[in-house]
């Protein structure tokens, strides 16, 4: 989750009046509605701020500014959450409210958090991935996230992701990744790039049967879309890295990892994948680092090692 002090910065030194430029800045009524919202901000007065965003929504001119407003009265709202004690529903309320808008990736990234200790993985993993597509879209963020926050945003997309795809839990569904907001091609947390941050590493939610290499609903569905994704990105090569979780032997979950990967080999082939595939069998040797670990159950931690990455070079 972003840290509080993260989110204050968004509020040091706003000034939208004097960031604007041409007509917008020139216009009276504007600069004046502005000169609201500045003033409120500063109050940390979130019902004159609506107030004001209102107006400004409703302006012509001023109304280029919206987004600006809306990201300002988004941190504005994680900040007063931030005070409240943990289980308040006002807090909820509050960070519900503030991605409402979805302009602001900080507030997606915290309402994940959010989403992701009430145990609703599946909707942490959609609004994480939300998070990470307004954060490639420069015109609701001008300016990049340092790339150590891109890396946990998708970090924990992806493991929100594996966790909503938990067979052995009750309610187990297959997430799909976000579409990337400028084609509609495979984004999210298989984007190439996300503001010059490129992801190496990205763990799939491919299941199989228990006991077994027989792909399961859900892993059909996660092969599926790497296939979309090979298809759209065309890399040289495909690398495909198989995990167990820790139960049984070392031997036995070598083999199983390597079976499992065979079959999604077999899979891409059928679908007319003619690039190189390696596969790279590490069976429990290599457990995934989990982002909130204290937060999980031993089965949940199972379930996240439990999986299959796809690594670019």
Known sequence: ????????????????????????????????????????????????????????????????????????????ELVI??????????????????????????????????????????????????AIEIVKDATKTPHAPAPELISEILDRATQARLLAAN???????????????????????MSEDVRGFHPVS?????????????????????????????????PAQIILVGHTDAVGSDEYNMRLSAERLKAVERALREAGVSQPIQGVAMGKRQPLRVVDPASLTQEDINALNRRVEWRRR
């Open 1 to 76: 989750m972003p840290k509080p002090s993260m989110v204050m910065g968004a509020l040091v030194g706003i000034g939208l009046a004097g960031t604007i430029h041409g007509e917008t800045a020139r216009a009276a009524d504007c600069t004046s509605l502005l000169a609201r919202f500045n003033t409120a901000v500063q109050a940390r007065s979130l019902e004159d701020a609506k107030k004001a965003e209102s107006a400004i929504a409703g302006d012509a001119v001023c109304g280029a500014s919206l987004i600006q407003v809306q990201n300002t009265r988004a941190a504005l």
């Open 81 to 130: 959450a931030e005070a409240l004690p943990a289980n308040s529903p006002e807090r909820e309320t509050l960070t519900v409210d503030a991605d409402k808008p979805q302009v602001s990736w900080k507030a997606a990234a915290v309402l994940g958090a959010l989403r992701f200790e009430q145990r609703r993985f599946a909707d942490a993993a959609g609004t994480y991935m939300r």
């Open 167 to 189: 067979e052995q839990a009750p309610g187990s569904v297959f997430v799909a990744s976000a579409k990337d907001h400028r084609d509609g091609s495979v984004g999210g947390v």
């Open 202 to 234: 990205i763990p799939l939610p491919i299941r199989f049967d228990f006991n077994s290499a027989q792909l399961s609903p859900i892993g059909q569905q996660a092969v599926n879309e790497l296939l979309s994704a090979i298809q759209q990105q065309h």
